[in-house]
């Protein structure tokens, strides 16, 4: 017998998938004299088990990747750079007076804030790159495989990051009219040592609460002497 899931075509031409079995007749001296198949249309099912895999590693609001699937991804380039010494960045990106768009137009102009918000970060950052959203106003951009060099994965970073922030800070359409909306973002490298994930986010959190500590709107590189600072974001 055997039993695994195939693709069908409908009379209209659709592809759809199937599970399909084959299982065998035997006769009484032990021949296989023929053969029965069956065929299930599986697309019901499989539709269902694509809408649980984007509830639980996407966000619902902007389609981007969600906390859990930013946390595997990192977790695979930490992996991927103590292997090839490839750096890589993680930045921390917040809407700069986020909550004043929700209190004064209402929260659907906020989530459509969000939306377009993340629509730029897709198309600002490096291809294989991942945009994820935290939740809230936080987004998270991971670029991976910036070189071997950290002068030139850094430069590449900033030169990333100062992209992003010019188009987060473009106006947004809401209600028909245009506003004007800023950013914050926070930096780290990482790939020349063993950083651990949970150091790493809590770097780019500290350097992107450097730069609202400087008046918002801005960009910030982790040093050391921001583990000074407490790593708490504010609104």
């Known amino acids: 017998a055997w039993q695994g899931e195939l693709k069908d075509r409908r009379k209209n031409g659709e592809i759809y998938p199937i599970w399909f079995t084959i299982t065998g007749v035997i006769a009484p001296d032990g021949r296989t004299t023929h053969f029965v198949c069956t065929q299930t249309d599986i697309t019901v099912r499989k539709a269902a088990e694509e809408e649980i895999r984007n509830m639980a590693y996407f966000d619902a609001l902007t389609g981007l990747p969600n906390r859990r699937m930013m946390m595997d991804r990192l977790r695979q380039s930490l992996a991927s750079c103590h292997c090839d010494g490839h750096q890589g960045a993680l930045m921390f990106i917040d809407i700069d ?12 102009q906020g989530d459509a804030l969000l939306q377009q918000a993340g629509l730029r970060l897709q198309q600002q950052a490096l291809p294989g790159s991942t945009v994820a959203r935290l939740g809230g106003d936080e987004f998270v951009v991971l670029l991976e495989r910036l070189g071997t060099e950290a002068a030139s994965a850094q430069a590449q970073a900033r030169y990333v990051g100062e992209k992003i922030l010019a188009a987060l800070s473009q106006p947004y359409l809401l209600n028909g009219c245009d506003h004007q909306c800023t950013a914050s973002i926070g930096m780290t490298m990482f790939g020349k040592r063993r950083e651990s994930i949970s150091t790493l986010l809590k770097q780019a959190d ?4 450097q730069v609202k500590l400087n008046g918002r709107n801005g960009l910030h590189l982790f040093q050391a002497s921001d583990d000074e600072i407490p790593a708490k974001t504010s609104p």
Do not use: C, P, R
Request: hydrophobic fraction near 30%; charged fraction near 20%; glycine fraction near 6%.
């Open 97 to 108: 007076n986020f909550k004043q768009i929700n209190d004064t137009l209402g929260h659907d």
């Open 206 to 209: 500290q350097a992107m609460y």
